[in-house]
């Protein structure tokens, strides 16, 4: 019925940069608060960003801050997740995640407060 698809993943050098896409079949992603998680090998899984409906809110975590940035593209209804300056720590399965809006925002980090998510794209950064 509703399915969120990811995209962009790829093996990169530290230093390097990848885009990221999530993008939405089944129902407007416009009406959803959009959250970006990852799990590492051997770790659990971890909030790193969010961006609110109205794109007026953004949120990340401090392993990425400054690094990492999120954005809704207002025409095509796709997020995107821009990483710069990867690191090894970053490699992990990125997943993107929708959210009601009515949900509030102090508790985007809340990985069951999300009601769909996609397959998740691997993001490696090694040498």
């Known amino acids: 019925q509703v399915q969120l698809v990811e995209s962009g993943g790829g093996l990169v050098q530290p230093g390097g940069s990848l885009k990221l896409s999530c993008a939405a079949a089944?129902?407007?992603?416009?009406?959803?608060?959009i959250g970006w998680f990852r799990q590492a090998p051997g770790k659990g899984r971890e909030a790193i960003s969010y961006?609110?409906?109205?794109?007026?809110?953004?949120y990340y975590a401090d392993p990425v801050k400054g690094r990492f940035t999120i954005s809704r593209d207002s025409a095509t209804s796709i997020i995107h997740l821009q990483m710069d300056s990867l690191k090894p720590e970053d490699t992990a399965r990125y997943y993107c995640?929708?959210?009601?809006?009515?949900?509030?925002?102090?508790?985007?980090?809340?990985?069951?407060?999300?009601?769909?998510w996609g397959q998740g794209t691997q993001v490696t950064v090694s040498s």
């Open positions: 995640a929708a959210r009601s809006s009515l949900a509030g925002v102090s508790t985007w980090w809340d990985e069951a407060l999300y009601e769909f």
């Open positions: 089944g129902f407007e992603l416009d009406a959803y608060g």
């Open positions: 961006i609110s409906k109205s794109a007026g809110r953004k």
